[in-house]
């Protein structure tokens, strides 16, 4: 069963989001060469408790963080420690999650850590990025939910290969459900498969987190003996771009966007719903 939410409960989802959004500005700066993956989880459970929120990521499943921290070749689930410093030329996907009252925001971006990364880095992370937003773009009353994979696929599909030789979309996981917990049904892939149909048809009231995930490499992963730290097979490094976003009556609402993801959803001629909280 697909949890369709009402307004207020999209309000509360957006509240929400809004702590997620300042977990991610927080990290992002606190992201510098010489920072361990732990510093990073202090600055994330700080915002966290001065918003009056819980974690969703903390204790989930055993998960011993507040965010996941993955750097270079780990695609998902990273698990901040003292021991990964984070060097100039590195690049970190966080991921975040936080609950008010109940109702659950999740978002993820990649930052570059230092300077001087290799161009094909920058360009992974603007793919990743904007096949997100091209997703989000898809979600459109009417569509089906393989209408949302369609669009993330194609969009990277579209895009140079780089100097490795492809782009890997990562098939073993995925965007998902949100709303009263943080993963619920639908599973949403990043790409097309006969198998999977067409999906849910979308309608008002349907929360989704759409985030691909993109190695310069392969589309395989494999699970670290901790039982959390994904990473690709070959080792090639990775990007991993997350929003949560509602559906309503007027349009999709990116609810982990400080601004409802209005500035980006123009550049795809999709106008947001107002923000539920003015």
């Not at 949890?3 to 992002?28: C, D, F, W």
């Not at 971006?109 to 992370?125: D, Q, R, Y």
């Amino acid at each position: 069963m697909v949890q369709i939410k009402t307004p207020e409960q999209i309000a509360k989802m957006r509240e929400a989001g809004l702590v997620v959004a300042a977990i991610h500005a927080a990290t992002r700066e606190a992201a510098v060469p010489g920072a361990t993956t732990r510093d990073l989880d202090m600055v994330a459970r700080k915002v966290i408790a001065d918003a009056g929120a819980k974690s969703n990521f903390l204790g989930y499943g055993g998960f011993p963080a507040t965010i996941c921290t993955s750097v270079n070749e780990v695609v998902v689930h990273g698990i901040p420690d003292d021991k990964t410093v984070l060097k100039d030329g590195d690049i970190i996907s966080i991921d975040a999650g936080a609950i008010v009252d109940g109702w659950h925001g999740d978002a993820a971006f990649t930052a570059f850590v230092g300077s001087g990364h290799a161009p094909e880095l920058l360009e992974l992370s603007r793919v990743t990025e904007e096949s997100m937003w091209a997703g989000i773009a898809a979600m459109k009353n009417g569509n089906r939910l393989v209408d949302i994979s369609k669009a993330v696929e194609g969009y990277i599909r579209r895009q140079p290969r780089p100097a490795t030789g492809k782009y890997g979309i990562i098939e073993d996981y995925g965007g998902h459900g949100i709303g009263s917990e943080m993963h619920m049904d639908p599973h949403l892939l990043n790409y097309v498969s006969r198998k999977r149909g067409k999906g849910i048809r979308l309608v008002p009231g349907v929360c989704l987190a759409i985030e691909p995930m993109v190695s310069l490499g392969t589309a395989r992963t494999e699970v670290l003996a901790d039982d959390w730290t994904v990473v690709t097979t070959d080792s090639t490094w990775s990007s991993h771009w997350e929003h949560s976003v509602a559906l309503t009556e007027d349009g999709p609402i990116v609810l982990t966007s400080p601004d409802c993801g209005k500035e980006k959803l123009a550049e795809y001629g999709v106008t947001t719903a107002p923000d539920p909280l003015g």
